[in-house]
């Protein structure tokens, strides 16, 4: 009989980076490698559909590619890091300010087993198979490292998510902290299929 490969499920396998609540918390994160894409403009301009969809060709590559060597993995959430020029300090008006103008980096975390030649044998397999897709290089096999981070879950539009940012700015003062990243989402809920009211969303900030 054929002995069973268990999928690993990252979600299951590592609640320090999963697990949420609707208080401010602090988590302190090791370094981890991510597929990645960037670009800027409004999140639902054309170029963003594009590039998420660059990102999930690769990461099912990735994954297939593992799968072949008996190392399967369920593909992680999307996550995405917002920000707008400026710095850390700029952050704080990071809502206010107009979409049109917001940076953007997609991301999907790897498992610790994925290396630099499954990334790239992924990325020729996807331009072998659709190359319209993958016209250039623009998605990334990248380290991040984001250590301490402040996080909470948000549960409802995207649209709305400033209350729950200024809970979080209140929580980083109150304990000394100060912004020292990205705005950091990781969808848990596929808007495609959730309503609006019931999406849940981590947004976390890496403070130093």
């Given amino acids: 009989m054929e002995a069973t490969i268990e999928k690993l499920d990252l979600q299951k396998a590592d609640p320090n980076y999963y697990k949420v609540t609707a208080k401010p918390e602090i988590r302190d994160l090791d370094p981890y490698y991510y597929l990645t894409v960037e670009g800027r403009g409004h999140p639902e301009s054309e170029p963003v559909w594009n590039a998420v969809g660059q990102l999930y060709a690769v990461a099912y590559g990735v994954k297939f590619t593992c799968k072949a060597e008996d190392m399967d993995f369920k593909v992680p959430k999307m996550e995405g890091f917002w920000w707008i020029d400026g710095g850390p300090g700029a952050q704080k008006n990071f809502t206010k300010t107009p979409k049109e ?8 975390r790897m498992p610790d087993f994925v290396e630099g030649d499954h990334f790239y044998r992924a990325v020729q397999k996807v331009k072998a198979k659709t190359p319209e897709l993958l016209d250039n290089d623009e998605v990334k096999f990248e380290l991040i490292n984001e250590g301490k981070c402040v996080q909470i879950l948000h549960i409802g539009s995207y649209d709305a998510e400033e209350p729950t940012i200024m809970k979080m700015i209140d929580f980083m003062q109150k304990n ?4 020292n990243g990205h705005h950091h989402e990781i969808y848990l809920s596929d808007p495609r299929k959730t309503p609006t009211e ?3 969303t981590i947004i976390r900030y890496a403070v130093k």
Avoid: A, V
């Fill in 198 to 200: 019931k999406l849940r």
């Fill in 176 to 179: 000394g902290l100060e912004m």
């Fill in 101 to 108: 103008e917001w940076n953007w980096k997609f991301l999907i």
